[in-house]
């Protein structure tokens, strides 16, 4: 089955900073790379995501890029904020599975100090 | 518009009892999921069920166990509690079994400690 590992498991930025957050996955299959933010104590929360047919994609300070060929994918937080403290996680679906069955990574726990 | 809600938010149960966690999907959605976050780990996929029909199945014992009713609303049924199955319960809806642009949106979770 679909692998996903995650680095690093923490990471310190000062605010301003970029983060930025690393995946593998081992199934060439795979075609669609959700991020995900979980604040404590609630749900995760989507983000940002992109699909096999895309090489980049961003939303303001969020960027993703994917290679393909390497089978990585990684995420880009550029002039991080307090609030951008929170716990993130990769994750990878095959084509083939039902549309429920993310492959999650171990996750980042990502602090932002002013 | 409220997104997918779970009740309960928290539950203390003992081992061997048994236990029943519900959700409800964003309003329109017709597939429910369910995923399994063990304390510092990412979430494990359970089951997905779309138009009432099981679509999906995780690498879990039979102890676990759902089913999907007509308003789309589901129920996360676990037997036998182990003490491993201490975690956070979340539901994720999305608007189709299938298909592109098919985010999946997460509920806060029911966590469950079984003592």
């Known amino acids: 089955g679909e692998n996903v590992e995650q680095h690093p498991s923490t990471l310190s930025v000062q605010e301003g900073d970029s983060a930025v957050i690393k995946c593998t996955y081992s199934d060439s299959a795979s075609n669609y790379f959700p991020w995900y933010k979980q604040e404590l104590g609630k749900g995760p929360q989507l983000i940002i995501d992109i699909r096999s047919n895309v090489g980049e994609k961003k939303d303001q300070r969020i960027a993703v890029t994917l290679n393909k060929t390497a089978k990585h994918f990684s995420l880009h937080i550029t002039e991080t904020q307090p609030e951008d403290s929170a716990v993130y996680f990769c994750a990878a679906k095959k084509a083939t599975d039902s549309w429920g069955k993310l492959q999650f990574g171990a996750g980042t726990q990502v602090v932002v100090t002013p | 518009d409220a997104g997918v809600t779970q009740s309960p938010t928290h539950l203390i149960k003992t081992r061997g009892q048994h236990v029943t966690l519900r959700c409800s999907p964003i309003?329109?959605?017709?597939?429910v999921s369910w995923y399994q976050q063990v304390l510092g780990q990412g979430p494990q996929f359970i089951f997905q069920y779309y138009e009432k029909e099981e679509r999906g199945r995780g690498n879990f014992p039979d102890r676990f166990s759902a089913r999907q009713f007509p308003n789309y609303s589901s129920e996360l049924n676990v037997n036998a509690l182990l003490l491993g199955d201490s975690a956070l319960y979340l539901c994720?809806?999305?608007?189709?079994?299938?298909?592109?642009?098919?985010?999946?949106?997460f509920g806060p979770g029911t966590r469950l400690t079984v003592l």
């Open positions: 994720a809806s999305t608007l189709r079994g299938q298909g592109v642009n098919n985010e999946q949106f």
């Open positions: 309003s329109g959605h017709k597939s």
